[in-house]
């Protein structure tokens, strides 16, 4: 089993920023995506950004390329998300989740382990 546990958010005004952090335990395997995905109220989750086992590979949502930043840290087996420039419209439960298979980067349907999520509020 795998536990992944979600911290960092919380309320920032528009322009701020935020590093929220996702930290895996359990289980492990050698090869992985991380990914971050959001669920705002009434509204479908969405992927925001995902990180290989290798780290080489990044990838970002469109409507956050140039202000999100995913890395990794294996020593701690803790994958970040570091998001400046925050908008209003960034506001949403964040999830981290862990995809040991296949499947595109971008499918929440692909990813067998989910975080519980925590809350980013982006004030206008």
């Known amino acids: 089993q795998v536990q992944l546990v979600e911290s960092g958010g919380g309320l920032v005004q528009a322009g701020g920023s935020l590093r929220l952090s996702c930290a895996a335990s359990?289980?492990?395997?050698?090869?992985?995506?991380m990914g971050w995905f959001r669920q705002a109220p009434g509204k479908e989750r969405e992927s925001v950004a995902a990180?290989?086992?290798?780290?080489?590979?990044?990838y970002y949502a469109n409507s956050v390329k140039g202000r999100f930043t995913i890395s990794r840290d294996s020593t701690k087996n803790t994958v970040y998300l570091q998001m400046n420039s925050l908008k209003p419209e960034d506001t949403a439960v964040y999830y981290c989740?862990?995809?040991?298979?296949?499947?595109?980067?971008?499918?929440?349907?692909?990813?067998?382990?989910w975080g519980q999520g925590t809350q980013v509020t982006v004030s206008s």
């Open positions: 989740a862990l995809n040991t298979g296949y499947g595109a980067w971008a499918a929440s349907g692909a990813y067998d382990y």
């Open positions: 990180i290989d086992w290798s780290a080489r590979n990044t």
């Open positions: 359990g289980r492990t395997f050698s090869r992985y995506l």
